[in-house]
């Protein structure tokens, strides 16, 4: 089946440090998304992207989905501490026909910020 | 507005108890989905529902049993359960129409078993 290779596993840095994490797939997507969880709360969708070589930002946060849509990045500038959590990236395949898609998950970033 | 709600938000049943986790989401999406995610883990899809059809079950063990009573509720049934079941589990949503198939999770139900 689909996989995801999510790097790297955990990154711990310092405030105002810029973040870079990436996720490459053997199989294509139609769609690349980024999610970040707080410990015992649900995933909170951070960025949505369609279309390859899209390049989208929110805030601090910017992704691409890239050119080949084997792959994503995802990147955070000047960081703070509530950026801390972990940061999955999904690929999603609606598989045609249907009105649902399936999300292939990476195993996810774990950021750590200091103060 | 993009909220899913879920619950309750803890629950601790026995193993022979039976239980319902609930989810509802006003957004108008017309497939809803559950997950379940271990500690650290990412999530792992159990059961989808598509305009209140199970469209998806991931070879879920009958001991978890979904509900859709309507467009806008998501049940999920719980009944002799293993403390392996143990998990935080999620409830998601997607707009079921045109191209946009992001999905939107609620809180989760932090389930232990005991």
């Known amino acids: 089946g689909q996989q995801l290779n999510q790097s790297p596993q955990s990154m711990f840095i310092q405030e105002g440090e810029d973040v870079s994490m990436n996720c490459t797939s053997s199989s294509i997507f139609n769609t690349w998304l980024w999610y970040k969880q707080d410990p015992g709360e649900g995933p909170v969708l951070l960025i949505a992207?369609?279309?390859?070589?899209e390049l989208t930002s929110n805030g601090r946060l910017t992704a691409q989905f890239g050119i080949t849509r084997k792959d994503s990045f995802l990147n955070i500038s000047a960081s703070i501490p509530s950026d801390v959590g972990i940061y999955f990236c999904a690929g999603l395949y609606g598989p045609g026909g249907t009105s649902y898609g399936k999300l292939t998950f990476g195993q996810g970033t774990i950021l750590t910020v200091h103060p | 507005d993009t909220e899913v709600t879920q619950t309750p938000k803890h629950l601790v049943m026995g193993m022979t108890n039976k239980k319902s986790l609930k989810c509802e989401q006003h957004?108008?999406?017309?497939?809803m989905y559950w997950y379940k995610q271990k500690a650290k883990k990412p999530p792992e899809l159990m059961f989808v529902?598509?305009?209140?059809?199970?469209?998806i079950n991931e070879s879920v063990p009958s001991r978890f049993s979904p509900e859709c009573p309507n467009s806008s509720l998501l049940n999920l049934h719980l009944h002799a359960l293993q403390p392996e079941d143990s998990a935080l589990y999620l409830c998601?949503?997607?707009?079921?129409?045109?191209?946009?198939?992001?999905?939107?999770f609620g809180p989760g139900t932090r389930l232990t078993v005991t």
């Open positions: 529902y598509s305009y209140e059809k199970l469209s």
């Open positions: 992207l369609y279309k390859a070589g």
């Open positions: 998601a949503s997607s707009q079921g129409f045109g191209q946009s198939y992001e999905q939107y």
């Open positions: 957004m108008g999406h017309r497939a």
